[in-house]
């Protein structure tokens, strides 16, 4: 079971297939983690495995990665984390899957290494309208299960760390409409619509982002046929 052991953190990850490679980035929240995608009505391990060198990984302490929590957490920790398993693994250029909380980290690696990603494909990206408290719930509801693990992190640190992630009321919480609208990454966008992945969100990302398209209908079993052979030819003409 192969782990990147980087500074005090231990990330789990998985490498299917071969080919250009595609970093896999799941839902699941503060708990992104390799078994949603078994769960996801798109399984990118599954259908991506056979042409490409899929890269999944469990996010810091989720699944079976572990890390220390510190006043510096923050998006930009998750962030470093995936780079340095690319790195790890001798990756130069990629592609990126993420659903969920996957498209802010999607928009995270097209600020700090747009010259190393290929393309991004977001599956219902989570966004700030109107459901920010949703979000504080989740963090807590998850720091709930952590706590125990780490009993010397302060309530400051906490505080912090969840402000850090959902205190803004950014788009995508860790990056503002500006910020899209500067993006020349090829983005897919397939649209959510439900409180943790507004209709909202995915449609203002394929209004601000010069390079996006909107997929409105994909989950539903007469749609997801036409989703995974728009997602392949994406992928396909962004390699």
Known sequence: MPFLEREDARIHYEVHGEGFPVLLLASGGMRSSIPYWGKAPWD????LS???????????????????????????????????????????????????????????LADAVPQRLASGVMLQPIGCADNHQTFLDM??????????????????????????????????????????????????????NDIYHPEFTSRRIAELAPNATLVEQWKEPEHIGAADAAIREFLAGNS
């Open 44 to 47: 990118a391990i599954r259908r």
């Open 139 to 192: 963090f807590d509801d998850w720091a709930a299960e952590k706590r125990p693990e780490q009993p010397a992190v302060s309530d400051a640190v906490w505080t912090g760390f969840r402000d850090a992630m959902f205190g803004s009321t950014d788009l995508l919480f860790n990056k503002a409409e500006a910020d899209i609208a500067r993006c020349r990454i090829p983005l897919l966008v397939l649209m959510g």
């Open 50 to 108: 056979e042409h490409y060198q899929v890269i999944a990984m469990d996010q810091r302490n989720a699944g079976q990665s572990t890390a220390p929590i510190t006043d510096a957490d923050g998006w930009q920790t998750y962030t470093a984390d995936q780079v340095a398993l690319l790195d790890h693994l001798g990756v130069e250029r990629f592609h990126a899957v993420g659903m969920c909380i996957g498209g802010s980290y999607i928009m995270a």
